[in-house]
């Protein structure tokens, strides 16, 4: 008997034994699909591929992080400067999470819009619902977990709110601090949460595409399918069609972050001077003009909002000498200051271009392949 033979044994062997090739043949390979969804049905398989992302992400992160108060901040900045592509991993992480609600979002819109949330797709819309807060909780505790000073006030706001409930609200706040204020319980039950609900919002996309499948997609002209000549197998139309979108999603993902275009943040325009917020603040002290009023305290500073700032002037011409006798100009200093401070705050700034450069090119490339056999696959579809 031939290799191939042997192994569609097997296969048989198992799948009538544990039916899982099957059910996969069913929802992603046979699954009737209408003719005509236009991009906007990409968005659930591109929701599908970031809560992938943000488990993966994570997990690898959950590594490394440990969740207690004296030590979660400091375990963060261990991860961007010391762990091996630590910054790379809180990044996806980062960005993916905010990549995701706008995937969602468009998601949930397009259903508005098409729809989808009327009769027979209720329950399909509600289960999305579940999802949408579940992730709303998710995110809001991964927020906390950095425990820096947004995370806790952060979890202070957010978590007070549910002092507004009747008679019980104090009592359900201080359930959820698991104290009298938000402190070290609260982390770690956050962080416990934090870890558990993408794998239950996993368990709920499952019953999100059951139901799907029970019921059917809905489709741009909103009515339903007639017969066969309406619709085509998710495979091989809508697995193409799906992988091209998650490479043209990709791109716009990786060109974000400061890969491409060049990164516009404020810390990277401080390295250059001009127009940057560092290096001109700690150069924009001026005499106090004659007709401007400075509270006691404050000094004149042509570039911090209101003119008015509690920082004295700080680096004059001559300020200190450099050992290699470098020129000591106020601006001099005032950029090596802004470059020292960008490369503290992100060390690894050049590597992080340098490997989105490749990567945004790599996607290029890969995504136009998938367009061009997305074509020739769709090119017999009327
Ligand atoms: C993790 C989040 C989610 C994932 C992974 C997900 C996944 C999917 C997938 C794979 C599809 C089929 C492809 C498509 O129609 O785009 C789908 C369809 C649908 N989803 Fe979601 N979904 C999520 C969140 C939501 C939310 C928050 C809602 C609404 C509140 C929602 C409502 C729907 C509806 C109504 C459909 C059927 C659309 C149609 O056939 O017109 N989904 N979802």
Do not use: C
Not at 128 to 139: D, E, K, N, P, S
Not at 256 to 269: E, H, T
Not at 321 to 342: C, H, K, S, W, Y
């Amino acid at each position: 008997m031939t290799a191939p033979g042997r192994l569609n044994r097997a296969i048989d062997w198992f799948d009538q034994r544990l039916p899982i090739i099957t059910l996969m043949k069913h929802s992603a390979v046979e699954y009737p699909t209408p003719k005509n969804l236009n991009y906007w049905w990409n968005f659930g398989s591109l929701a599908g591929f970031m809560l992938v992302v943000m488990i993966v992400t994570g997990l690898v992160l959950a590594m490394q992080f440990t969740p207690h108060v004296d030590l979660a901040f400091n375990s963060v900045e261990r991860i961007m400067r010391d762990v091996n592509y630590g910054w790379l991993i809180r990044y996806l992480h980062m960005n993916g999470a905010s990549m995701f609600f706008v995937v969602v979002y468009i998601h949930v819109f397009r259903g508005l819009y098409y729809g989808s949330y009327k009769p027979p797709r209720e329950l399909l819309w509600w289960i999305g619902l579940v999802i949408l807060l579940l992730m709303m909780a998710t995110a809001f505790m991964g927020y906390v977990l950095p425990w820096g000073q947004m995370s806790l006030w952060g979890a202070t706001v957010i978590t007070n709110l549910f002092s507004a409930v009747p008679v019980v609200g104090d009592t359900i706040v201080t359930l959820l601090w698991g104290g009298f204020s938000v402190d070290n319980p609260t982390l770690n039950r956050f962080f416990v949460l934090h870890f558990l609900l993408p794998f239950v919002i996993f368990g709920v996309v499952v019953l999100h595409v059951w139901a799907l499948h029970s019921v059917k997609s809905n489709n741009p002209l909103g009515i339903d399918v007639k017969g066969p000549q309406d619709i085509i197998p998710f495979h091989p139309y809508y697995t193409v069609k799906d992988l091209f979108g998650i490479g043209v999603f990709l791109i716009a993902k990786a060109s974000n972050g400061g890969a491409l275009p060049p990164d516009l943040s404020l810390i990277v325009k401080a390295r250059e001077g001009g127009p940057d917020y560092v290096f001109s603040l700690i150069t924009g002290f001026a005499p106090q003009p004659p007709d401007v009023e400075l509270p006691p305290g404050k000094y004149y500073n042509t570039t911090f909002p209101g003119h008015a700032i509690s920082m004295p002037p700080q680096i004059t011409d001559g300020a200190i000498e450099f050992a290699d006798g470098a020129p000591n100009t106020a601006d001099a200093i005032a950029r090596d200051v802004t470059a020292f401070l960008q490369w503290a705050s992100e060390p690894e700034l050049e590597e992080r271009h340098a490997l989105g450069v490749k990567t945004v090119l790599f996607l290029f490339a890969a995504t136009a392949l998938m367009y061009a056999l997305k074509r020739r696959v769709w090119a017999g579809v009327h």
